[in-house]
């Protein structure tokens, strides 16, 4: 039995759809990600599992039971809110007190949670502070001992780190990840950074306007993306439309409209004629010494060349006006790899992930 | 010169606490001059009139004879009671302000505004043609048969404080209202979340949120009740007797300016006691 299930949930405002058809199932303990770009519904979509919202159609399932009907405060779930929501007139011990005083626990037991949960975000000896006296990382971690302190049934994260800067923000997705993982806490974590997702997640909801486009772990999302929307919204990528000329040794020839011919492992369900598009991660292609004899060889010159630390990204015209994007490890001196020279590469069929067009939502 | 202590602190309130600058404070100078010299030292004179004349009788007598003391007493109940039904009354309406969907947002500040923006002169003068022996209310019943001899609502405490609060009522309303607005409706959201019901919420998460404003609010209001003139001598007919009541009756019927000035300076020294109370009360969310 999953732990959150969501049946066909709809939402809409007036004129605006925020939710259309939402589908999705958390098992006990599972980390799972909403990703999508602003204003596709994430939002709205965990208002509605906390019980903030209240959906037009489908239902909301938590361990089995229909919550449909059941306010917030009786739904049991931790919420951390973007921007915190601490209450600013208590102190850090009483607003992590406030769910349990909620909940009638006697005084000896409230003091002996808010210290373990206190401990559990390394926030000891702060019970006496006003929110308004903490860093942005501390009021954090205390939104986060609040949610927890009552163990509920589930974890909500409302882009939680939003508001950090970037050491702070990694930080604290790795102290999220442990705790979440050593109190086992089903979480549905919403986010708009998809390198946050990837990092954090058992799986991943990609949404895109109102619709989850594609579930699937991190890996998958980003290697095999169902569609073009979540094969361009998730990393950085190379997408070339064109249509399969034919299929010979199990490999799938590509022709795109630019009149390139592209090389790809075959798979289920995709025969000659089909559109398609075909995507490779700037990763993929491997660097060749010239030769365009064997199959997905490319040269062409690079017209940008962006030195980013671990990585180079190298912007190439293909002969044809083709532009491809390449990023390989960074170089420790600038060699012939800089604007104007040539770069010649390789893709293995297996780096070249062919999406159907039909399948693929405008 | 009750009414300026009030202001001045609603609009230390508005604009933060803030340190000003210099140049800030040579910006209020004109103002501070104008204040001290047109204000403040004819006040001052007005207070101190039997000093100048070399006495400290009337002070005696205006802290010690029993019927100031009742009157003063009387006057810090009616502005208790004022304080009181502007934030039962007021409360809710800067609630409604503060959630009603935009065209109700502009009718219901229209009609806070309206009586705000009209003389209190006529206000109080409207309330005698509603209440009065032969007003809207005993003709109505009259006819109808309800009663046979009008009923008497004028010149009674009740008619003053109904008079006052809604005098004084958008004084609570505004720096409540100003304060409501800016809550975070995700604390709301929170402590709902976290367990609470309704009424929980609103106890300790809302109210204590408005608290600064309705501090200020009934500051406000307290202070200008507490020297209240119009209202109670038309409504109160003489039968209600305020201190400011009082201190007219001095200067315009007894023509004693003495005593006049000494009961002045009790009225504002109760008042700057009550206000360094609230004021004290207030400390509390400094922290916040
Ligand atoms: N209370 C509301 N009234 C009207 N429209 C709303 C309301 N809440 C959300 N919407 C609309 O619903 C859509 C989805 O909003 P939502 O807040 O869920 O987006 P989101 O994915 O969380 O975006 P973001 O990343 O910017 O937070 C948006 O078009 C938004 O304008
Ligand atoms: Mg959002």
Same mark, same amino acid.
């Given at each position: 039995?999953?732990?959150?299930?969501?049946?066909?949930?709809?939402?809409?405002?007036?004129?605006?759809?925020?939710?259309?058809?939402?589908?999705?199932?958390?098992?006990?303990?599972?980390?799972?990600?909403?990703?999508?770009?602003?204003?596709?519904?994430?939002?709205?979509?965990?208002?509605?599992?906390?019980?903030?919202?209240?959906?037009?159609?489908?239902?909301?399932?938590?361990?089995?039971?229909?919550?449909?009907?059941?306010?917030? %405060?009786k739904r049991n779930m931790g919420m951390v809110f973007q921007n915190y929501a601490l209450f600013p007139h208590m102190t850090v011990a009483e607003n992590v007190a406030f769910p349990l005083r909620m909940r009638r626990t006697g005084r000896a037991e409230i003091r002996e949670r808010v210290g373990w949960s206190l401990d559990t975000v390394a926030l000891g000896g702060y019970e006496e502070r006003y929110p308004s006296q903490l860093s942005g990382g501390q009021q954090q971690r205390v939104a986060l001992a609040r949610a927890i302190v009552f163990d509920p049934e589930?974890?909500?994260?409302?882009?939680?780190?939003?508001?950090?800067?970037?050491?702070?923000?990694?930080?604290?997705?790795?102290?999220?990840?442990?705790?979440?993982?050593?109190?086992?806490?089903?979480?549905?974590?919403? @986010?708009?950074?998809?390198?946050? %997702?990837?990092?954090?997640?058992?799986?991943?909801?990609?949404?895109?306007?109102?619709?989850?486009?594609?579930?699937?772990?991190?890996?998958?999302?980003?290697?095999?993306?169902?569609?073009?929307?979540?094969?361009?919204?998730?990393?950085?990528?190379?997408?070339?439309?064109?249509?399969?000329?034919?299929?010979?040794?199990?490999?799938?020839?590509?022709?795109?409209?630019?009149?390139?011919?592209?090389?790809?492992?075959?798979?289920?369900?995709?025969?000659?004629?089909?559109?398609?598009?075909?995507?490779?991660?700037?990763?993929?292609?491997?660097?060749?010494?010239?030769?365009?004899?064997?199959?997905?060889?490319?040269?062409?010159?690079?017209?940008?060349?962006?030195?980013?630390?671990?990585?180079?990204?190298?912007?190439?015209?293909?002969?044809?006006?083709?532009?491809?994007?390449?990023?390989?490890?960074?170089?420790?001196?600038?060699? @012939?790899?800089?604007?104007?020279?040539?770069? %010649?590469?390789?893709?293995?069929?297996?780096?070249?992930?062919?999406?159907?067009?039909?399948?693929?939502?405008? | 010169?009750?009414?300026?202590?009030?202001?001045?602190?609603?609009?230390?309130?508005?604009?933060?606490?803030?340190?000003?600058?210099?140049?800030? &404070?040579?910006?209020?100078?004109?103002?501070?001059?104008?204040?001290?010299?047109?204000?403040?030292?004819?006040?001052?004179?007005?207070?101190?009139?039997?000093?100048?004349?070399?006495?400290?009788?009337?002070?005696?007598?205006?802290?010690?004879?029993?019927?100031?003391?009742?009157?003063?007493?009387?006057?810090?109940?009616?502005?208790?009671?004022?304080?009181?039904?502007?934030?039962?009354?007021?409360?809710? &309406?800067?609630?409604?302000?503060?959630?009603?969907? !935009?065209?109700?947002?502009?009718?219901?500040?229209?009609? &806070?505004?309206?009586?705000?923006? *009209?003389?209190?002169?006529?206000?109080?003068?409207?309330?005698?043609?509603?209440?009065?022996?032969?007003?809207?209310?005993?003709?109505?019943?009259?006819?109808?048969?309800?009663?046979?001899?009008?009923?008497?609502?004028?010149?009674?405490?009740?008619?003053?404080?109904?008079?006052?609060?809604?005098?004084?009522?958008?004084?609570?309303?505004? !720096?409540?209202?100003?304060?409501?607005?800016?809550?975070? *409706?995700?604390?709301?959201?929170?402590?709902?979340?976290?367990?609470?019901?309704?009424?929980?919420?609103?106890?300790?998460?809302?109210?204590?949120?408005?608290?600064?404003?309705?501090?200020?609010?009934?500051?406000?209001?307290?202070?200008?009740?507490?020297?209240?003139?119009?209202? !109670?001598?038309?409504?109160?007919?003489?039968?209600?007797?305020?201190?400011?009541?009082?201190?007219?009756?001095?200067?315009?019927?007894?023509?004693?300016?003495?005593?006049?000035?000494?009961?002045?300076?009790?009225?504002?020294?109760?008042?700057?006691?009550?206000y360094g109370l609230m004021k004290w009360a207030m400390k509390g969310d400094k922290k916040w």
């Open positions: 039995m999953s732990d959150l299930s969501l049946k066909g949930i709809a939402k809409h405002f007036g004129d605006v759809v925020a939710l259309e058809h939402v589908d999705l199932e958390l098992a006990r303990g599972e980390f799972t990600t909403i990703l999508g770009p602003s204003g596709s519904g994430k939002t709205t979509m965990l208002r509605i599992v906390a019980g903030f919202e209240h959906q037009d159609a489908g239902q909301v399932l938590v361990r089995g039971k229909d919550v449909t009907q059941l306010a917030p %405060a589930l974890l909500l994260l409302d882009e939680p780190f939003g508001a950090l800067d970037r050491k702070l923000r990694e930080q604290m997705q790795l102290e999220v990840k442990r705790l979440q993982r050593r109190l086992n806490l089903t979480t549905l974590f919403v @986010t708009h950074d998809q390198e946050e %997702a990837l990092i954090l997640s058992d799986s991943i909801a990609v949404m895109n306007a109102g619709r989850i486009e594609q579930l699937g772990t991190p890996r998958a999302v980003y290697a095999e993306p169902a569609s073009r929307f979540v094969a361009d919204f998730i990393g950085e990528s190379n997408l070339f439309q064109g249509r399969v000329r034919a299929i010979t040794n199990g490999l799938l020839v590509i022709e795109t409209e630019a009149g390139h011919t592209l090389h790809a492992r075959a798979r289920d369900g995709l025969v000659e004629g089909h559109s398609v598009s075909a995507l490779v991660r700037p990763e993929r292609p491997q660097p060749t010494d010239g030769g365009l004899s064997g199959i997905n060889d490319f040269e062409g010159e690079i017209i940008e060349a962006v030195y980013m630390g671990e990585s180079e990204k190298y912007r190439v015209a293909l002969d044809g006006g083709l532009e491809f994007l390449v990023r390989w490890p960074g170089q420790g001196e600038a060699r @012939t790899r800089s604007e104007g020279g040539r770069l %010649a590469f390789s893709i293995s069929p297996d780096d070249l992930h062919v999406i159907a067009v039909d399948g693929s939502k405008k | 010169m009750t009414a300026s202590a009030g202001l001045a602190a609603s609009f230390r309130y508005t604009f933060g606490r803030g340190n000003p600058n210099r140049r800030q &404070v040579l910006l209020g100078l004109p103002t501070v001059l104008f204040l001290l010299f047109l204000f403040a030292i004819p006040v001052a004179r007005f207070m101190l009139l039997p000093i100048a004349d070399g006495t400290i009788e009337p002070y005696v007598k205006a802290l010690t004879g029993e019927l100031f003391l009742l009157v003063i007493w009387n006057t810090f109940k009616i502005a208790a009671y004022v304080t009181l039904f502007s934030f039962l009354l007021g409360y809710p &309406v800067a609630y409604f302000l503060t959630v009603a969907p !935009p065209v109700w947002r502009l009718i219901g500040f229209f009609c &806070v505004l309206i009586p705000f923006w *009209t003389s209190i002169l006529v206000r109080t003068y409207a309330w005698l043609v509603i209440l009065g022996r032969r007003g809207i209310i005993n003709e109505t019943l009259l006819s109808a048969g309800i009663i046979e001899t009008p009923l008497a609502m004028l010149h009674s405490t009740p008619a003053v404080l109904l008079g006052m609060v809604h005098v004084l009522m958008p004084f609570f309303i505004f !720096p409540v209202y100003s304060v409501m607005q800016r809550i975070d *409706t995700n604390l709301i959201s929170a402590a709902r979340g976290l367990g609470a019901p309704d009424w929980r919420v609103f106890l300790s998460v809302y109210l204590p949120l408005t608290l600064p404003g309705v501090l200020s609010g009934a500051t406000l209001v307290f202070i200008l009740s507490m020297g209240f003139f119009i209202t !109670p001598a038309l409504l109160g007919g003489g039968r209600v007797t305020m201190i400011s009541v009082l201190i007219e009756q001095y200067v315009n019927t007894f023509l004693d300016w003495q005593f006049a000035g000494a009961l002045s300076a009790v009225l504002l020294a109760v008042t700057l006691i009550a």
